[in-house]
DNA sequence: TATTGTGAAGGAATTCACAGCC
DNA sequence: GGCTGTGAATTCCTTCACAATA
């Protein structure tokens, strides 16, 4: 915990104001080449790193090698240094990355440099669990608001967010700018929720419901499958050998 | 929610006798192939057949083609039936591949054919949904036992499942079996918890807290970030045109 | 010296396309 | 006719190795 000058700034979301493309500091304006083709293996790792950065950035770490963050995040210097290529120039040769310029660049990248409002459908102990979950905001998501079918939940205020019935919903979706959910609810009747989510203007969805979703045109919908994981632990573990 | 003929049996973990290579029926004496070498995206796919294969069977679907199967899971053919392909002959051509017998294919493949006994880091608002998630057990997994700091909580009960403290780690830990472990405790010296669970004999985690794990020698530890997936989806949205 | 960024090489994963089968 | 399983081709991804730079 290490406290040099961190000049006095929020981890992220610091400039809220114009989202125009605007060169605000030194090193940031060369790394806005428009991206030839980006895989979506590079988006997933540049997640990570930004994780990492992020604690790092925390920890007052103002620049790091490619060697070192590579050894943190678990992949080759080399692939660090191709995946940042992909946007342009982020490095300083013999001071390495700068921490917190780099964490800044992938949020650009991301579209999570300025917070997104989030709607969360179904307020059960999963979804009361993600409300409570801190971690969100400091990487550019806020849940804003909440649906649920339950009379007992909608209108009742969970961790600060209030619980919307899904009459409502595209009036909500409309007034919050909401353009990412996340699934929590019961399985039944998952599909015409997220179709009708989708119609009133939320573009992607995060899905824990264990149960097949298909994209509405345009869509994404990306599934949450823990016991998927597990499995792939469970493989894993028995390749003694590796 | 066709209910043809079903031959009387569970989804899985029907048969939890003998786990030597027994060759049960017709079909399944087929793919025990060795195993050449098998990429991880295809393990990761596997899972996520067996997921559209579950939800199949419970429809009272009995047979289906790579086409249609691909189409659910949203794949090419192709790829579907190269990775069935990794493991042995599965289909039955002009009839396609039988629902149930792949299902149980995949689970031995991926050794969750036998319930395996999961412990519980951390009963906090994440814990307590993940000890209520129905879903676990249908896909191979029982969280058997929880721990936890919190005096308040060691001893009690949640959702059936016993709240140890961490100084009987060791002795629980054999006591179950427990194989994999999943964190969702606060970040503070979870590395130490992790190290500690591997010396006693937890061989794969998967982690909820926000925290880089770094895995001991021999373990496996699978990320399960959140944000990561929000930030693949606002990747996505914003890259218009597909 | 040591580091980044990048052509070129190598390897891995996916798709094509068809033989063999029903 | 249509299907699976699979060699061959292709596309994609990663690594190597070095020029350029500080």
């Known amino acids: 915990m290490g406290s040099e000058d961190t000049k006095g700034r929020d981890p992220i979301s610091l400039e809220t104001e114009a989202e125009t493309a605007d060169p605000p500091k ?25 994780r990492i950065l992020e604690e790092l950035d925390h920890e007052g770490v103002e620049y790091i090698h490619s060697q070192s963050l590579a050894a943190l995040v678990g ?20 001071r390495g990355y700068n ?8 949020s650009r990248i991301m579209g999570t440099d300025n917070v997104q409002a989030v709607a969360l459908f179904g307020v059960g102990d999963l979804g009361r669990a993600l409300l409570s979950y801190r971690g969100f905001e400091e990487r ?3 849940i804003a608001v909440a649906f649920d079918l339950d009379q007992e939940k909608i209108g009742h205020v969970f961790a600060g967010r209030r619980c919307y019935a899904l ?11 909401v353009r990412v959910g996340i699934l929590a609810s019961r399985p039944e009747g998952i599909q015409a929720l ?3 989510a989708a119609a009133a203007g939320v573009r992607s969805f995060l899905n824990f419901v ?19 994981k597990l499995e792939k632990l469970s493989f894993l573990s028995r390749r003694e050998g590796e």
């Not at 921490?99 to 992938?106: A, E, F, L």
Request: charged share 25%; with cysteine.
């Open 167 to 177: 009459a409502d919903l595209e009036t909500v979706v409309a007034d919050y700018a």
């Open 99 to 106: 921490v917190y310029q780099m964490s800044r660049t992938i």
């Open 75 to 94: 992949v080759t210097p080399a692939q660090l240094r191709r995946d940042l290529a992909s946007f342009g120039t982020f490095g300083n040769i013999s």
């Open 26 to 50: 030194a090193q940031t304006e060369r790394n806005s080449r428009p991206d030839k083709r980006v895989s979506l293996h590079t988006v997933e790792r540049l997640s990570s790193y930004r």
């Open 194 to 196: 997220v179709d009708r």
């Open 210 to 228: 264990p149960k097949r979703v298909a994209p509405p045109p345009g869509c994404f919908v990306e599934h949450m499958d823990i016991s998927a």
């Open 140 to 142: 550019g998501f806020q």
